[in-house]
C-alpha cells in the first residue's frame, strides 16, 4: 500500500484543483457567453419564475 500523502503534498494538490475548478469555470462561463450571450440577462428572472410561464 502507498504511504499518505504528506500535508505538503495534499494541500498542493487542494490548490491545484481549486486552480484547474476556477479555469473550468472561466472556461464555461466564456463558452457560455459565447454559445448564448443573453443568458446573464436571464439568470436573475429564472429563479422566481416558477410557474409564471404556465
Given at each position: ?16 484543483g ?6 473550468i469555470g472561466?472556461?464555461v ?11 446573464d440577462?436571464?439568470d436573475g428572472?429564472?429563479s422566481g ?6
Amino acid at each position: 500500500m502507498k504511504a499518505p500523502p504528506s500535508p505538503f503534498e495534499l494541500d498542493r494538490a487542494i490548490v491545484e484543483g481549486q486552480q484547474t475548478l476556477l479555469v473550468i469555470g472561466v472556461v464555461v462561463a466564456r463558452w457560455r457567453q459565447t454559445i448564448y450571450p443573453r443568458v446573464d440577462s436571464f439568470d436573475g428572472r429564472e429563479s422566481g419564475n416558477d410557474g409564471e410561464s404556465d
